[in-house]
């Protein structure tokens, strides 16, 4: 097996996923603030993800540990085919380690905003200015998708024109689930390369027939897997991020109930005029 | 009698139309290769269309506060810049055909190939504010622009 791998559906995420290795930590990580620090903590990435040869040895066990779940289905060829692709991979992965880490970046916020729509609004041009796009809105909550490598970025642009009061950062490691999919994958292509070598050389209907009911149950299981790597690939590339907005209390309620901190700093004045909030490119494109 | 109720139905008529966004008293020529949507409302009060996906929108809002198009054009732009997501690519004064003055603030959003672009031109009258929008993906909207102008240009508000 080849170590330079190339992921179905995921160009964006294999160059991007290195710019984000150091981004949230690996596993799920959850921050609660009261001011605001930055996006998602710069933590240091696991050392397993830039040590190559553990990252060979990682797929060596991976590609092992599919070799008995093969061999449970009882099919020689298919045990075979592993027993040689695990081979012919050892040499290959050593040298060529994987590098690439394949995160789902998932974020909620909870923010301030003077004006609820206006602020959805923004959130939806901040993601398709980056390329990304919007996922689900409601009233008061929009999500949208960025690609993974503007991910900070994203978030960094809703903090400039919200006040966080809550985030949450997750980052899920989907890269030895991909590389199972990917070993699997492989086996089951040299499985089916030596069912058409079979079938074309059967001597009768009902071998023929058993061959291609066979063939037509791996070519299904390559189809399965093939969805979910592009699935995975898909999560990767584009992180996923949830606001949920709220009103911002007003200065003249906090004076009326005589709770206007004394060093709070000088609100940005907020003209009354409903048409600013209005304005926008996604608005005058998508008006209904 | 029956001319005093003439009379007050005209004026309620008339106050009726001035505060229907459709009774707007402007005028724009949509522009060649757009299409106008027959209703715009309720965030604008004209919207043009292009098959290629740019828009043209113009929205009327009464000037109460007798504000000037200084005003409006200082706080159209601050509203825009505030979430970082537009970036001035030019504010100039715009003279239309009947020579009323305007003034045309343009963005743009995103990067260059992929990005978008913005433009306001906000013209002020004793009774009214017009803000004319226009924008698309900048590929687009660089072939639409030429056409966007003229409209401009053809912008009549009374």
Redesign the interface.
């Known amino acids: 097996m080849s170590a330079a791998r190339s992921y179905p559906g995921y160009s964006m995420a294999s160059s991007a996923a290195g710019s984000v290795a150091s981004e949230p930590s690996r596993g799920s990580e959850s921050t609660s603030v009261d001011s605001a620090p930055s996006a998602a903590p710069e933590a240091a990435a696991p050392t397993t993800r830039s040590e190559s040869v553990g990252g060979a040895a990682r797929l060596l066990s991976v590609a092992a540990r599919n070799v008995p779940a093969r061999a449970a289905h009882g099919n020689t060829v298919r045990t075979t085919a592993v027993a040689g692709n695990t081979t012919e991979g050892s040499s290959a992965a050593v040298q060529q380690a994987p590098a690439q880490v394949l995160l789902i970046y998932n974020a909620q916020l909870v923010a301030q905003v003077d004006h609820v729509p206006a602020g959805i609004d ?1 959130v939806i ?2 993601a ?4 990304g796009f919007l996922a689900t809105r409601t009233d008061t909550s929009v999500t949208v998708r960025v690609p993974v490598g503007r991910f900070r970025e994203a978030l960094g ?1 809703v903090e ?2 919200s006040t966080v009061l809550n985030r949450n950062v997750q980052a899920e490691d989907v890269t030895e689930q991909f590389h199972d999919l990917e070993v699997r994958l492989a086996n089951l292509r040299s499985v089916q390369t030596r069912l058409q070598q079979f079938l074309a050389r059967a001597t009768n209907v009902t071998e023929a027939l058993t061959v291609e009911r066979e063939l037509e149950r791996v070519g299904q299981q390559i189809d399965e897997i093939e969805g979910r790597m592009r699935f995975l690939g898909n999560r990767a590339a584009f992180s996923t991020i949830t606001v949920t907005l709220m009103a911002r209390p007003q200065a003249n309620t906090l004076v009326a109930r005589g709770l206007t901190p004394m060093h709070e700093p000088l609100p940005e004045t907020s ?1 009354p ?1 409903e ?7 996604p ?3 998508l ?1 209904r | 009698m029956k001319s005093l109720v003439r009379t007050t139905f005209a004026a309620l008529a008339l106050a009726l139309c001035a505060a229907a966004p459709a009774c707007t008293p402007f005028h724009l020529r949509t522009p060649d290769g757009f299409a106008r949507i027959s209703d715009p409302r309720p965030s604008y009060d004209y919207r043009a269309l292009s098959a290629y996906g740019v828009a043209v929108g113009v929205r009327a809002i009464p000037n109460r506060e007798n504000a000037s198009i200084a005003f409006w054009s200082e706080a159209v732009d601050r509203r825009l810049q505030r979430g970082g997501a537009y970036r001035p690519a030019g504010a100039s004064d715009v003279r239309t055909e009947r020579g009323q003055v305007g003034k045309s603030l343009r963005y743009s959003m995103g990067d260059p190939q992929n990005g978008g672009t913005y433009w306001v031109t906000v013209f002020v009258t004793r009774d009214w504010v017009y803000l004319v929008e226009a924008g698309g993906a900048s590929a687009s909207f660089a072939r639409a622009q030429g056409e966007v102008e003229r409209a401009i240009r053809s912008f009549e508000g009374g």
């Open positions: 923004q041009e901040a398709t200015t980056m390329g642009r400039s024109f003209l005029f048409v600013l909030e209005q304005l926008g490119l608005r005058l494109l008006s």
